[in-house]
């Protein structure tokens, strides 16, 4: 059974960082894209980060591009996403998700909307 779980989602200052981890099962991280997104109450869903095997293919909406970064440990089949200098508009319930298609290896754009398993996401409040 595919599962993706998100944990690391609080409350902080703006500024400050925080680190998500989506622990997956049921399948290997290696050989399949991976992601996250996120869901702000009364706006479009938006796509953060996206890899497929190394960080060298990594991608970042232009809003997180240098504030965020992406990573995996196929090891312990978790993803991370770390989270430096906060701002209130990322303030959101964020997803990992996956397609767990072996034939693709492109996640962007599709990190947003065309993924098959997602987690029940963890939610990140950034006050001003």
């Known amino acids: 059974q595919v599962q993706l779980v998100e944990s690391g989602g609080g409350l902080v200052q703006s500024g400050e960082s925080l680190r998500l981890s989506c622990v997956v099962s049921g399948f290997t991280l290696e050989n399949f894209i991976i992601g996250w997104f996120r869901q702000a109450p009364g706006k479009e869903r938006e796509g953060v980060s996206c890899m497929y095997n190394t960080e060298e293919s990594s991608y970042y909406a232009d809003s997180v591009r240098g504030r965020f970064t992406i990573s995996k440990n196929n090891a312990k089949n978790t993803v991370y996403l770390q989270m430096n200098s906060l701002k209130p508009e990322d303030t959101a319930v964020y997803y990992c998700?996956?397609?767990?298609?072996?034939?693709?290896?492109?996640?962007?754009?599709?990190?947003?909307?065309?993924?098959?398993?997602r987690g029940k996401g963890t939610q990140v409040t950034v006050s001003s």
């Open positions: 998700a996956t397609d767990l298609d072996p034939y693709n290896n492109k996640c962007w754009p599709q990190i947003t909307y065309g993924m098959t398993y």
